[in-house]
């Protein structure tokens, strides 16, 4: 019985080992086909847009704001109370037109005292000039008496002398006389600016003056009137990029739009580009003048405007859109290896072929093949191809989307 019981107990270590080789790899098996099975699929769809012919515009886009072509303020030359007011906002004044009134009581004091101060020189002239002319005669007197012995030589020179004094005043009366009639000028300028007209046609912008305001003119003339020449003539003001403004020029055309009319494109001619920059929070710009168009008076001055001025323009000519320039393979595109067992997927690389200068990925089949171009204008959408080996309607990749299936 011994020996049957040892016999048994050697059998079963006999088989154990082979067995538990064979669940292991009946597992390992199991386990390796499972996640074959379950492990998503990678593939990718390419996106493309064609390569097509149309026009192309560059544009150099640019913030500003409109005002009259010829805008003017019109101030207060002289001191006073406000008297009377005759034009409103939005009128229509024509040149020399009375605009407003200060009261003339003080300037017209100041002008009455200024002619009779003139009135007194002139009166003092004549009186030098009756002396002069007297003088003269004494001189000429003694002058023959004095040939004939019956004065003395003294005498004779302060006769000359007198005359002389008298001719040196009567020089001062006259200039006594030229320096009233220039205060009564003055005098007068003031009181005549006392009535203040505008200076040209057009139309009343603002109005800062009411009736019985006092108005000063010491250091800085104060401001009644803004009148602008013509509205339907207009500038815009924008403020152009350094790194726009070598694209810019005089005569270029341009477009605009308004926040009061969105629906609505204005045109406009570029004027003037400025040398001088202006910096605003480290960022340089330059300001340039546009002329504007505003027959129906739709526009106002100081709307803001955004601008889009046409600096070049191609017609009928190769364009790549700029997400084909841009776009570039994944290095990972082609299929992976895995690791055995429970092991990730292992990326296996495919490294894109060399290629100097701008390039984009012609779709063949369902291979992205690489083709060389040059460059030429760009709207920031799409790029003129100047030369290159691309053909119109090849579909160029834009982009590359992986799916998993």
Sequence with gaps: MAV????????????WGPGLVVVLLAVGGGVVFWRARAEPKSTYEMITMPAKRGDLQAIVTATGN?????????????????????VDFNDQVKAGQLLCEIDPLQLTAIRDQAQAQLQAAEAELRNRKATAAEARLTATRSQSMIERGLISEAQIEAARAGAERAEAATESAVAQVVVARASLH?????????????????VVLSRTVEVGQTVISAMQTPVLFTIAKDLRQMELIVAVDEADVGQVKEGQ??????????????????????????????VVTYEARLNVAN???????????????????????????????????????????????????????APSPRIEGPTV????????????????????????????????DQP????????KR
């Design 4 to 15: 049957i019981a040892a016999g048994r107990r050697t059998g079963l270590k006999r088989w």
């Design 66 to 86: 409109l005002k009259g072509l010829d805008t003017v303020q019109v101030g207060a030359e002289t001191n006073g109370k406000i008297k009377a007011v005759h």
């Design 186 to 202: 003055n005098a007068q300028t003031a009181l005549d600016k006392a009535w203040i007209r505008s200076p040209m046609d057009g």
């Design 253 to 282: 055309s341009a477009t605009f739009t308004v926040d009061a009319f969105p629906d609505r494109t204005f045109p406009a001619t570029l004027r003037l580009v400025q040398n001088t920059a202006t910096t605003t929070d480290n």
């Design 295 to 349: 027959p129906d008076l739709s526009l106002r001055p100081g709307m803001t405007a955004t601008v889009m001025i046409l600096t070049a323009e191609r017609k009928d000519v190769l364009l790549a859109p700029n997400a084909a320039l841009r776009f570039k393979p994944a290095n990972n595109a082609a299929p992976q290896a895995r690791l055995p067992f429970f092991g990730p997927p292992m990326p296996r690389s």
């Design 361 to 392: 990925w012609v779709l063949e089949g369902e291979t992205p093949k690489p083709v060389s171009v040059r460059l030429g204008l760009t709207d920031g959408n799409y790029t003129e191809i100047v030369g290159g080996e691309l053909k119109d």
């Design 396 to 403: 160029l990749v834009t982009d590359m989307v992986q799916r």
